[in-house]
């Protein structure tokens, strides 16, 4: 486990200058947050979010380095697909990834509402926007990316995991399901990634002052740290751009209101997750 300060986060950010960042969800947030950091240090970003004003007005910010919005709607593949093709057509490729776009929970899964005495089918959109989403986004991504790679070119895809990807919350199964899943679906790219020199990483922030937390559970969590929404994009930038593919596959953790730190891809192997790994090991042995 190693502890990165503030300072540390932008070590290698340089390495962004020129680059085109793909970005969903960025008109407020950690995705606009994160967008305005890539900007500041060179980066041509292509925002893709629902709402467009709010997308725009952050692209208005970061002309100078470059930067373009447009609607997208993460569940809709052609929405995603004419994102990058944009980004693609107006700076010449995809270098950085970040599946930002997600919503809170929706709906009462554990309430189920009839019609005529009988259950009907649960809302998933939470699932489908937070999860489904991300993978069209990483899915295409990945495409792109492999258009244009030259050796030791910078290409990474940084997801947004959560604390709930480690932690169940209460009244919360579809969000903390798909942010488990976040969690195992970068996991399991990683190998693959890792050997075409694409960098992937999960970012997992605890709450923070963002319009995805509603305002009963910011009354809840008064007096409580908060994660700083600056050091989650901080986080986002020095997981794309660590020039050592040892730390690909890594987990990035703001568990509070300090520092970073960053979860090695052996120590997801320890305690109970020891057992596990050599009992799954060896049942294929």
């Given at each position: 486990?190693?502890?990165?300060?503030?300072?540390?986060?932008?070590?290698?950010?340089?390495?962004?200058?020129?680059?085109?960042?793909?970005?969903?969800?960025?008109?407020?947030?950690?995705?606009?947050?994160?967008?305005?950091?890539?900007?500041?240090?060179?980066a041509k970003?292509?925002?893709?979010?629902?709402?467009?004003?709010?997308?725009?007005?952050?692209?208005?910010t970061i002309r100078t380095s470059g930067g373009v919005a447009r609607r997208c709607d993460v569940m809709n593949w052609d929405d995603q697909i004419s994102l990058f093709e944009l980004a693609e057509s107006r700076y010449g490729s995809v270098d950085v990834v970040v599946p930002n776009a997600g919503v809170t929970e929706l709906g009462t899964f554990t309430t189920p509402k009839l019609i005529n005495g009988k259950p009907i089918q649960p809302l998933f959109k939470t699932l489908e926007i937070n999860l489904v989403g991300v993978m069209y986004t990483a899915h295409i991504g990945l495409y792109y990316m492999q258009k244009r790679r030259t050796k030791d070119d910078l290409k990474s895809i940084i997801f947004l995991g959560s604390m709930a990807s480690w932690e169940p919350i209460p009244g919360g199964p579809?969000?903390?399901?798909?942010?488990?899943?976040?969690?195992?679906?970068?996991?399991?790219?990683?190998?693959?990634c890792r050997s075409q020199g694409i960098r992937v990483a999960t970012i997992h922030p605890w709450f923070a002052d963002t319009a995805l937390v509603p305002t009963i559970v910011k009354v809840f969590l008064a007096g409580i740290p908060l994660t700083p929404i600056k050091r989650v994009a901080g986080a986002i930038?020095?997981?794309?751009?660590?020039?050592?593919?040892?730390?690909?596959?890594?987990?990035?953790?703001?568990?509070?209101?300090?520092?970073?730190?960053?979860?090695?891809?052996?120590?997801?192997?320890?305690?109970?997750?020891r057992m596990i790994d050599a009992r799954a090991k060896a049942a294929v042995m």
């Open positions: 486990m190693t502890t990165i300060t503030d300072e540390q986060l932008h070590l290698y950010a340089d390495r962004v200058r020129g680059k085109v960042v793909v970005i969903t969800g960025a008109a407020n947030g950690f995705g606009r947050e994160t967008a305005l950091r890539f900007a500041n240090f060179g970003v292509v925002i893709g979010d629902l709402d467009v004003d709010g997308a725009e007005h952050v692209t208005a579809m969000y903390t399901a798909a942010k488990h899943g976040i969690l195992g679906f970068m996991r399991s790219i990683d190998p693959s930038v020095c997981a794309a751009t660590d020039p050592d593919m040892e730390t690909s596959g890594c987990t990035w953790l703001l568990p509070d209101g300090g520092y970073v730190f960053r979860l090695e891809r052996e120590q997801l192997k320890e305690g109970v997750y």
